[in-house]
């Protein structure tokens, strides 16, 4: 992928926004351009690709694997000159986690951490930042999962390993 500038995100979006109207999705049924692929995923979860969505979308998803919290990503909108609310962009979080288009981490000290993998792995959470860092599946076995209480199904098991650092009490 190349490296695009924060600031050069809206140009390449409305570029981006006209050229996956005429794109068509490869022979594996993904699209080619990453535009085109988050209209594809906003699409498939059903959620309208409006502009909004679309620029969180390209935000979050154009640079791979990450972790972050709303005001991470409100900040990195603000840098790309869009000026989007605080809530709007915590409400779309919430809509592309429900839509299982990102994970919702945890919340660590009131701040929800989502992850752009949704994929099944576990985290080491970094009690004196928030960070968050990935543990692959492989490395933690999970033992019995009980029966979920009457009514539920269990919809994700994610183990997280709270960290300090060494000499800190906090
Ligand atoms: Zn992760």
Redesign the pocket.
Known sequence: MENRSLQAVPQELLRGLEASRQSTASSTGQAACPIARIRQSLNSANLRPTRQRMLLGWLLFAKG?R?LSAEELFEEARAARAFLSLATVYNTLNQFSEAGLL?K?TNVGGRAVF?T?PNF?H?FLCQHDGS?I?IPPSAIGLGAIPEPPPGYRIVDVEVVVRLRKKGQSL
């Open positions: 694997h972790h994970r981490v992850d993998n792995h985290h968050v990935d």
